[in-house]
């Protein structure tokens, strides 16, 4: 099992910048894939961006250009920094692991956006 710990979420103006962060503990070996997913109410949780343990990474489109996604692996945490917000990024950000013993989810840190 992973337990991941995010912090990193407020409230910011549109244009401005934040940082969110994920720190995995207990079975850490297992990890190959940590990523974030956002969710808003009545949609579907989706995939913002994905980073392996080589350092590859995936952004959807909605976030190109304007989120990065970076991990440290001495510290087991996993980074998003993401700038130019709009007021369409407002949603909840979870963290996510893809490891041998399973997926593990982070329990979500709510990102706003004003415009």
């Known amino acids: 099992q992973v337990q991941l710990v995010e912090s990193g979420g407020g409230l910011v103006q549109a244009g401005g910048s934040l940082r969110l962060s994920c720190a995995a503990s207990?079975?850490?070996?297992?990890?190959?894939?940590m990523g974030w997913y956002r969710q808003t109410p009545g949609k579907q949780r989706e995939l913002v961006a994905t980073?392996?343990?080589?350092?590859?990474?995936d952004y959807a489109d909605f976030v190109k250009g304007r989120f990065t996604i970076s991990r440290d692996n001495a510290k087991n945490t996993v980074y998003l920094q993401m700038n130019s917000l709009k007021s369409e990024d407002t949603a909840v950000y979870y963290c996510y692991t893809g490891s041998r013993s399973g997926p593990s989810w982070g329990q979500g840190t709510q990102v706003t956006v004003s415009s």
């Open positions: 980073i392996t343990n080589g350092g590859g990474t």
């Open positions: 207990g079975n850490i070996f297992s990890i190959y894939l």
